[in-house]
């Protein structure tokens, strides 16, 4: 295991198993069958993110439960087992592709270009997923933008994953009565996001 510590925060990094996918300096641990990123793309890109999963009390057919509002977290470099300089920031925002419409993003800390993201589907296998971690991930583009000087490096990105996340559920107390509804809750997180693209591009990656 490797781990990284910012900001009061550890950050602990899954260790890569035999079998896992390499491309160039980059290397994605397996994943469940379902999250397998489709032929013809490429991994160029890599954060380790710290942050929060987001979470508001609101009234249910039932009752009440705690809803998923958003993500909030930022991405960074890991540099020989430990982190580095900010690569990334990750909230949500409008879509300009899509009327506006909320949907998780990535905007690089250097040149602000952004890759909005779309569900395609969600593991909690235990097998992959570390017990009470929020789910690994695949994700689809379904916007990009460069930034205002022309910068595109996450205006490649085809797919994303969310994976060796750690944190990030719901708790189970504080929202069981009308009287909560409203409370808001900040969730600490981890994960690894691998961002993929077109085969032979290679912007700026985290893993050198």
Not at 19 to 28: D, L, R
Not at 105 to 115: F, G, P, Y
Not at 188 to 196: I, L, V
Request: proline share 8%.
């Amino acid at each position: 295991m490797r781990a990284f510590g910012s900001a009061g925060f550890a950050l602990v990094v899954g260790a890569v198993a035999a079998s896992a996918q390499t491309t160039g300096a980059i290397e994605v641990p397996p994943v469940p069958a379902n999250l397998a990123v489709p032929a013809g793309q490429a991994v160029f890109y890599r954060g380790y993110a710290i942050g929060t999963q987001n979470y508001v009390c609101l009234p249910t057919p039932t009752g009440v439960a705690w809803k998923f509002v958003a993500p909030q977290a930022t991405l960074f470099e890991g540099v020989n087992g430990a982190l580095g300089q900010q690569l990334t920031t990750h909230f949500l925002s409008a879509n300009p592709e899509e009327d506006g419409l909320p949907r998780p993003t990535w905007q690089h800390s250097a040149d602000t270009s952004r890759v909005w993201g779309r569900l395609v589907d969600s593991s909690n296998d235990s097998n992959y997923v570390e017990a009470g971690a929020i789910p690994w991930l695949l994700l689809k583009r379904a916007g990009v933008e460069a930034g205002p000087s022309g910068g595109s490096v996450l205006s490649h990105t085809t797919y994303i994953h969310r994976l060796n996340t750690s944190g990030g559920r719901a708790p189970a107390t504080g929202c069981s009565t009308p009287s909560e509804i409203g409370a808001l809750v900040l969730v600490p997180y981890t994960a690894d996001y691998f961002f993929y693209g077109p085969p032979g591009f290679y912007g700026a990656r985290s893993d050198r």
